[in-house]
């Protein structure tokens, strides 16, 4: 999903970036960095960019500043310690670097500020935004059998995503319009859905929630516990995005296009796991703590290696494997 990005991120940085030369820092900031690779993948494409822009214009090149921002559980040690190496790398393909990178950690959570007034150029975020800043309220015991919007979903159930989800991306945009500069742009890549219809169903995690009943049919989850839990999970509609955006009022909308990509990018052949197990892996690396924290570490493995079973078969027999994903990006007015 993010090589898919860098062609649109070369764009926008050129947009955002040649109209201020020349200039001594070029800030940006990263939210819902995690601790894996991709940040650098990034951090690298953004100094790409900023060299090859200050060289055609033959400006010096800034100093460049990277703030990596999650939660304050985010792993950023993991992180730190990767960056001596991402430098040396970095060093050794492009030689010496004219101006220095810094990278800065900034946790806290993106649906409230986290930087200084008008220090920001540009923002990006991949991957992140159809989490919810909280479970929306009211939702104990009235969405039972799942864990997310099914077609079975009642809905108030559907109502209630929903409105969480205008009022977190409303006061995204509110906390970012204060951060960026003026001409600042965002690039955001987040999964939705195709149908103005919000009880379109999200098959991957109504397979988790499904595999949970099961668990519950084996004895070894609690119906209750099921019934009780759901996760803060939303895909909102191209008109939902368009609709805050232009109520929020401080961006413009310059690019907003929808993809698809396969549950599994490569061949079974090419991968280490089955389908399955592949998805399920990438799915516990987003929900595990969520769900550990509800039902138990001792449910944890068993849930997940019924949830690769159950993968493989959707896949086998409905043959339907894909997730749908919004690109915008917009410009602070």
Not at 21 to 36: I, K, N, R, V, Y
Not at 148 to 175: N, R
Not at 248 to 256: A, L, Q
């Amino acid at each position: 999903m993010i090589l898919r990005v860098l062609p649109t991120l070369n764009d926008a940085l050129r947009k955002t970036f040649s109209k201020r030369l020349p200039a001594s820092t070029f800030e940006m900031a990263d939210l819902g960095c995690s601790s894996g690779p991709n940040i650098f993948l990034i951090i690298s494409q953004v100094i790409d960019s900023i060299h090859g822009i200050c060289q055609q214009a033959q400006f010096k090149v800034p100093e460049i500043r990277v703030f990596l921002n999650d939660l304050p559980g985010n792993d950023f040690n993991a992180i730190f310690q990767s960056v001596p190496g991402f430098f040396e790398r970095l060093n050794k393909a492009k030689g010496k670097m004219v101006e220095p990178c810094f990278i800065v950690g900034v946790p806290g959570s993106f649906y409230g500020r986290l930087f200084p007034t008008r220090s920001l150029h540009f923002v990006h975020s991949f991957n992140c935004l159809h989490w919810l800043s909280k479970i929306p309220p009211g939702l104990k015991d009235t969405n039972k059998g799942t864990i997310c919007i099914t077609k079975s979903s009642p809905g108030s159930v559907i109502k209630a995503y929903a409105k969480q989800f205008e009022t977190d991306f409303s006061a995204f945009l509110s906390s970012r319009s204060q951060e960026l500069m003026p001409g600042g742009q965002m690039l955001l890549l987040f999964q939705g859905r195709h149908s103005q219809n919000r009880s379109t169903e999200d098959c991957v995690f109504a397979l988790l929630g499904q595999s949970l009943v099961d668990l519950v049919s084996e004895g070894v989850a609690k119906e209750a516990d099921v019934d009780s839990f759901n996760l803060p999970f939303y895909k909102p509609w191209k008109g939902e995005l368009h609709e805050i955006i232009e109520r929020e009022g401080s961006f413009g909308v310059d690019r907003m296009e929808i993809s698809e990509v396969d549950w599994v990018s490569r061949d079974n052949d090419d991968v280490e796991f089955p389908s399955g197990q592949y998805l399920s892996n990438i799915v516990r690396a987003a929900s595990e703590q969520m769900i550990s924290r509800h039902f138990g570490d001792a449910v944890t493995d068993s849930l997940f290696i019924k949830y690769a079973t159950n993968i493989e078969e959707h896949i086998r027999h409905q043959n339907k494997g894909k997730l749908v994903n919004f690109l915008v990006l917009i410009t602070r007015k």
